[in-house]
Structure formats: structure tokens, C-alpha cells
């Protein structure tokens, strides 16, 4: 499972003595000397979810002690892939947070003893969505641990949780893979060709997920390329006005595409359970009522997710932006670095040229402005329609 993280030498091995201390202590009958909270951190898509998932594995592996923690071969190793494991529980936040009721349920659940004997662990993906009052309740158990619970929590990065939870927590850090280490996954396990590998890797900027999907969709590749056409295409204010509603379109498209995937397979899951059988002859009289309480549940907790992919798309998009712009700025200093977007190097000088580094660097400006009013929930064509026009031409925003 170790195996799997990408660029990630250094926390791997953190992890795997931790791992190989902790197993050794059982078996030895001694205080285990466990850290109980662990806090994941690294940029999106450098693998935080991943690497706290394959150190789960380690912990609640049958296999040998200390020398392969995590085979992924034994049944646990398998049950926590697969996402069975009795003793593992995964959180993720599917609305824009995470409440004080979920939080509370979740404490009382990683308080009982683990069921196979080793640890009760906790794995909470974006740990940073809880709110407030969620945060205290989750300080709380963290605080006082029982001797056989550990939180994994991940986060972008430590600043992104209050500090009291952050200074109990044992912090590992997660970098940006870089772009060859991850081409090289895409060909080994994707069996994308090199030269695409290399492409999706670079524009990706190190996010495997979403270099992954560049390399194998190709609607995914053309949404890209919209994004990337707008700094050029930025010849006038209705040209402006035009380029906003196509990035807003655009990345509405691509969550909507995500969100109605994610949806379909819950929705189906969920019917099962209320014992709507493949039959379709509708739910089962005895469940009927509270079957009909959770689906109403789930589209609740669908529609706030729809919002949260939707504001997230349209980051990603800005982010490609920014890249772009950064990539402008770094043929500007003449500095020798490889460009993100490598395939739009023709364009990239034509406007390295036009302009100087302070337009660059205003844009670039204008751009992050955009996506701290998007998550301050300014409606997004305003907020697109302002920064494709202080994009456009210098001194005149
Ligand atoms: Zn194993």
C-alpha cells in the first residue's frame, strides 16, 4: 500500500517505523507509546487520503512484525482497501462542512475497542470542513484518547486546523510529487503512453487524480484546453463577458458530470438497503417510511455536495489559469524552468512579449482575487466577469 504513494519517500518511512514501533509494542505487551492524532498534509492531490489509508493498512496488518507492515496481501491489508475493515472507519465530509451531530457520533464510535484487537482507527479525509463547534467536540477526544483509538486526520496544511487539535496531532507532510515520478505511475499502471504521461503530469502540476484523468479522457483534455484558449481570446469587453460565461459553463459541466456519477451509485446503494430489489417493484412496504426519511437525507447531503464540486471545479480552473500566467512570468525573468503548459508555449511567449512582468503579476493578482470572493460566495459569473476583465488590458481594470 506504501508502494502506491508517489514522491513520497521521507513520510513513508516515518510511517512504516511508526508502524513496525506500534506492532512491536503490542506483541510485547508494553504501553504501545502510540500517537494518537496524526495529521496528514500536503498540497491537493499529493495523496493525503491515500497515504493515511496505506498507514491504517500497516497498522491493522496481519501480516509479520515490524518488517512488512501494510503487505496488502493479508486480509486486513485487503479489508481496509476495499474499505471494510471493522476497525477502520472513514470519514469524508460530503456537504461544504462538517457538523457538531456527525462529529459527536463519530466520537462515541472511536471510543468502543477495536474488534480484531489491534487499533480503532479513525481516517478523517478534509478534516479542515469541520466547523467550530465540531472542531471542539473532535479536541475533545483527541485529548483523551482511549488506548487503542487513532485519529488520522488530513488536511491542505497544519494552518488549516485550530491549533489547540494541531499541537496534539503528529504532523506528516506530504509533497508535490514531481511531474516524472508521476508520469512514470501513469505508464506502469495506466499504461498511458510516455508522452502523454509526461503532458497530464505537467498539467496536472502534480496532482495524480487529475493527472490521471487528463491522460485518459479526452473530454476532460478539452475542457483544459477552453480554459487555457481564454487569455488570448481577451480582445475586448464583450469578448470578456463571453469568456466568463464559458469558464462558468465549462466547470459547471465537468462537476455536473462528477456529481450526478457520485449520486447515481449512492441513490442505487441506499434503495438496496431499503430493500428496493434489482426488480424495481419499488421499496419494500415494512422500510417504505424510513426508507423515504434517508433518501431525503441523501439529496440533502447531495445538493450541498453538488455546491462544494461545483465551487471546487471552478478553482481548479482558476488554479489552471494561474499556471499559465506563471508560466508568462517565467519567460519574462528568462528563467530556464520547464513550463506547466508545455503544449501552449507559442502562445505563452506571444504574450511574454506584449507585456511586462507587473501586468503578469497583476493578473496573476487578479485571478486570486476572483477565487477569494468565490469562497466568500460572490455569484461566479460576477466574480469570473470582473477578472477576465482585469485580465484583458493593462491599467484599465
Ligand atoms: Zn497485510
Not at 164 to 186: G, K, N, Q, W
Request: proline share 4%; hydrophobic share 40%; aromatic share 4%.
Amino acid at each position: 500500500m506504501f508502494a502506491e504513494l508517489v514522491g513520497q519517500d521521507q513520510a513513508v518511512d516515518v510511517l512504516r517505523r511508526a508502524a513496525a514501533a506500534a506492532a512491536e509494542a503490542l506483541a510485547g505487551g508494553r504501553g504501545t507509546g502510540m500517537t494518537h492524532a496524526w495529521l496528514f498534509t500536503g498540497p491537493p492531490g499529493s495523496g493525503r487520503s491515500n497515504a493515511a489509508r496505506a498507514f491504517a493498512a500497516a497498522l491493522l496488518c496481519d501480516g509479520a512484525l515490524s518488517a512488512d507492515r501494510g503487505c496488502g496481501h493479508c486480509g486486513a491489508c485487503h479489508q481496509v482497501e476495499v474499505g471494510s475493515h471493522p476497525d477502520l472507519t472513514r470519514v469524508r465530509p460530503e456537504g461544504l462542512s462538517y457538523g457538531v451531530r456527525q462529529t459527536r457520533d463519530l466520537v462515541l464510535k472511536a471510543a468502543g475497542a477495536p474488534t480484531l484487537g489491534r487499533w480503532r482507527i479513525v481516517l478523517f479525509e478534509d478534516a479542515d470542513r469541520v466547523t467550530e463547534a465540531a472542531a471542539n467536540a473532535l479536541l475533545k477526544a483527541i485529548e483523551e484518547p482511549p488506548p487503542r483509538t487513532v485519529w488520522l486526520l488530513c488536511a491542505p496544511s497544519p494552518d488549516d486546523m485550530i491549533i489547540t487539535i494541531r499541537s496534539r496531532c503528529r504532523v506528516v507532510t506530504l509533497r508535490t510529487p514531481p511531474a516524472e515520478a508521476v508520469a512514470r505511475v501513469l505508464t506502469e499502471r495506466d499504461g498511458v503512453p510516455l508522452d502523454m504521461a509526461l503532458f497530464a503530469a505537467r498539467a496536472a502540476r502534480g496532482h495524480i487524480g487529475r493527472a490521471r484523468r487528463l491522460a485518459l479522457d479526452e473530454e476532460v483534455r478539452r475542457r483544459r484546453a477552453d480554459v487555457l484558449s481564454i487569455p488570448a481570446s481577451l480582445s475586448g469587453v464583450g469578448a470578456c463577458v463571453t469568456a466568463a460565461e464559458r469558464l462558468v459553463k465549462t466547470s459547471t459541466e465537468e462537476a455536473d458530470a462528477a456529481t450526478a456519477e457520485l449520486n447515481e451509485t449512492e441513490t442505487a446503494e441506499l434503495r438496496k438497503v431499503y430493500g428496493e430489489g434489482s426488480s424495481g417493484k419499488g421499496l419494500n412496504k415494512g422500510l417504505v417510511r424510513g426508507g423515504a426519511g434517508a433518501l431525503k437525507e441523501l439529496e440533502t447531503l447531495q445538493k450541498s455536495r453538488a455546491t462544494r464540486i461545483k465551487r471546487d471545479s471552478l478553482d481548479l480552473a482558476l488554479l489552471d489559469l494561474v499556471a499559465f500566467y506563471r508560466d508568462v512570468l517565467a519567460l519574462q525573468f528568462g528563467a530556464g524552468v520547464e513550463l506547466a503548459n508545455e503544449d501552449r508555449r507559442r502562445e505563452i511567449e506571444t504574450m511574454a512579449r506584449g507585456s511586462s512582468p507587473e501586468d503578469t503579476l497583476r493578473r496573476t493578482q487578479a485571478i486570486m482575487r476572483c477565487r477569494e470572493r468565490l469562497a466568500a460566495n460572490v455569484n461566479p459569473q460576477i466574480a469570473v466577469e470582473a477578472m477576465t476583465l482585469a485580465l484583458r488590458s493593462p491599467g484599465l481594470a
